[in-house]
């Protein structure tokens, strides 16, 4: 994601839209866009089942890879965009922003903008943010008292090299390496959840009785939130696990084939 085929991003917007367009107007899929995007899906619903040395190949390489080359927008918005930039309305900067603590202008947002290690403010009268919601940290949880109760835990995931685990990591991913019963494991971001997002609590055993599906509480086990499909299909895998489990009369097991069946159901 470093190497970008466009140094202007609008000209290689107007470059893809012809093959957008051909893509929509004539139902021909873009046959490697699909594929990058039901492995994602796929991995997305079974990321706990990914050993630690594949989730930091996930978040390093495969999530910015994704972020960077796939996005839905409509066609129509596609040309608007590219009108406004036609029309001097619309540029990209570059850099890294963060909101100014200070803000002393009254109707303006001031932001700080660092590129190449330069540092500058900037103000406009309208600043929006869109950057996405990093995942909740278990300190931060909204409800302290199922923390308290050991109801809920970090997620975490098993390395498949335990022996090497702590050796292989850089100091930034040091951070998130922790012990549970002298078993080194990562942290993945956010709180722990089955595949029918039940909290899992810190024996271990996921909870009956409560579900947690946003997706700033569990984007460490389920990684990717593709829109609003992506609700409807949570929304779905719970309820179906619950006709499930009043059809058996049992609790259903965490069994990945067992939650695979749900899934397909679905």
């Not at 839209?17 to 997305?44: C, G, R």
């Not at 946003?214 to 990684?223: E, I, K, L, N």
């Amino acid at each position: 994601s470093l190497e970008h085929d466009y140094p202007n991003a609008f000209e290689g917007m107007r470059l893809e839209m012809t093959e957008a367009e051909d893509s929509v107007l004539h139902h021909k899929p873009i046959h490697w866009k699909e594929v990058i995007d039901d492995l994602i899906y796929t991995l997305n619903f079974h990321a706990e089942l990914m050993p630690a040395e594949d989730h930091l190949v996930l978040k390093s390489l495969v999530m910015p890879f994704l972020m960077n080359v796939i996005a839905a927008m409509p066609l129509d918005s596609g040309n608007q965009l590219l009108a406004l930039y036609d029309a001097g309305k619309l540029e990209i900067v570059s850099g890294k922003v963060t909101i100014a603590e200070a803000q002393e202008t009254p109707g303006m947002t001031t932001i700080n903008l660092i590129d190449d290690d330069a540092g500058s403010s900037v103000s406009y009268r309208m600043f929006i943010d869109c950057s996405g919601q990093k995942a909740l940290e278990l300190e931060n949880y909204p409800f302290p008292g199922l923390i308290t109760h050991g109801a809920v835990r970090k997620a975490r995931a098993h390395f498949h090299n335990s022996a090497g685990a702590a050796n292989s990591l850089t100091d930034a991913q040091q951070e998130h390496l922790f012990f549970d019963e002298g078993e080194p494991l990562y942290h993945i971001g956010g709180i722990d959840i089955d595949g029918t997002f039940r909290l899992i609590g810190a024996d271990g055993k996921p909870n009956r009785r409560i579900h947690d599906i946003a997706f700033p509480h569990t984007s460490g086990v389920r990684p990717y939130s593709y829109g609003l499909q992506a609700c409807s299909d949570t929304g779905a895998i719970v309820v179906k696990a619950w006709i499930e489990e009043i059809k058996t009369g049992a609790p259903l097991d965490s069994d990945p084939d067992e939650i695979t069946q749900i899934y397909e159901k679905v």
